[in-house]
């Protein structure tokens, strides 16, 4: 099912998703406002010939929606030709349910570049796969030289409180050391879907 411009109308501006939220909204300012849009990697965006229309599909609870939403919604507002049409996952599966990762999961955020004709261009599903093997890696050696976290295959909610709160934050305290780096990666991911018009 193709995603119609009047399917498109129907979702939020950025400002009303922030509004909207009922948690993570300190942390998702933060991350707006540490985000530093780089006049060269502004470019791509700005010189685009047509505003470009973004669906996306997002939900406040999600720990990648707080990190690279704002990444997002920074581009759209420094660029002026994002134009962003945000849903809400589980209210709108019938749209999440065409964009699965690998087919088969939900995963979000999902951000869908289309032309002027909602041609698409392009689709950033959660994060960049540097990302997750940065992250994956700077696990292992979190679970190495912390043997008390137990193993890395136990899911974080089925662990002791006593656990599982160190190991969060250590895991949070991990990701803000390649936040910079993690951005980037995000920048260059979109930066490629849209150099597809410039082509």
């Known amino acids: 099912m ?4 009047e399917r498109f109308a129907q979702g939020m501006s950025y400002d009303a998703f922030k509004t909207q939220m009922t948690r993570n909204q300190e942390r998702f300012a933060e991350n ?9 990697d ?3 965006f700005e010189q685009l010939p047509q505003p470009l229309n973004v669906l996306v599909l997002a939900e406040d609870w999600c720990g990648d929606v707080i990190d690279n939403l704002p990444i997002l919604g920074r581009l759209a507002g ?6 962003l049409s945000i ?4 209210q709108n599966l019938d749209l999440m349910d065409q964009y699965l990762k690998d087919g088969q999961f939900r995963s ?3 951000f869908v570049f289309f032309d002027q004709h909602f041609n698409e261009l392009g689709r950033f599903i959660e994060r960049p796969d540097s990302v997750t093997e940065r992250r994956a890696k700077l ?3 979190l679970y190495a030289a912390h043997p008390e976290f137990g ?3 136990t899911p974080i909610s089925q662990l002791p409180e006593e656990v599982r709160t160190p190991l969060t934050a250590a895991l949070a305290a991990q990701r803000e050391q390649t936040k910079a780096e993690d951005n980037l990666d995000v920048v260059r991911a979109l930066q490629a879907i849209v150099a597809s018009v410039h082509a």
Do not use: C, H, M, W
């Open 139 to 141: 696990r292992q050696e």
């Open 78 to 83: 420094a660029s002026g030709k994002l134009n």
């Open 108 to 110: 979000i955020p999902v």
């Open 2 to 5: 193709a995603v119609t411009p």
């Open 151 to 153: 193993s890395p295959d």
């Open 42 to 44: 502004i470019a791509v």
């Open 32 to 40: 707006e406002r540490q985000f530093q849009v780089d006049p060269a």
């Open 87 to 90: 849903f809400l996952r589980d």
